[in-house]
């Protein structure tokens, strides 16, 4: 699934690399990992855009179509349901949070006396 996230596989293909039917996947996956495996490739896709948000500077239609999205407004719909933020919160939080760290510290060597 990791391999796909940009959605070029559909559930019977992934059933049937596996040599299974779509129903057997779709019931091994409820009783392994509690949810369909359309859910757990929703969930791989919208877990590389967060990582990709906070690592990278890419405009967030960019990131969208990196993992599989074909619109910015569908992306930010999953993103904001599973994360209950925006993908520009996400990202700016995340720019705060460093840019506070980042002054905390040379707050502290600053304050570092040689004597």
């Not at 992306?75 to 349901?81: D, G, P, V, W």
Request: proline share 3%; glycine share 6%.
């Amino acid at each position: 699934m990791e391999q796909h996230l940009e959605g070029g596989i559909t559930i019977e293909q992934l059933a049937t690399s596996v040599a299974l039917s779509r129903r057997q996947l779709e019931r091994l996956f409820s009783e392994k990992a509690g949810m369909s495996p359309a859910l757990a490739f929703r969930c791989l896709r919208l877990d590389r855009a967060r990582q990709i948000l906070l690592t990278s500077k890419k405009p967030i239609i960019e990131v969208a179509l990196d993992v599989g999205f074909v619109n910015t407004s569908h992306f930010t719909k999953e993103f904001r349901r599973t994360y209950g933020r925006t993908p520009g919160e996400i990202r700016d939080s995340a720019a705060r949070d460093r840019h506070g760290l980042e002054s905390s510290r040379r707050g502290e060597l600053s304050s570092l006396s040689l004597d």
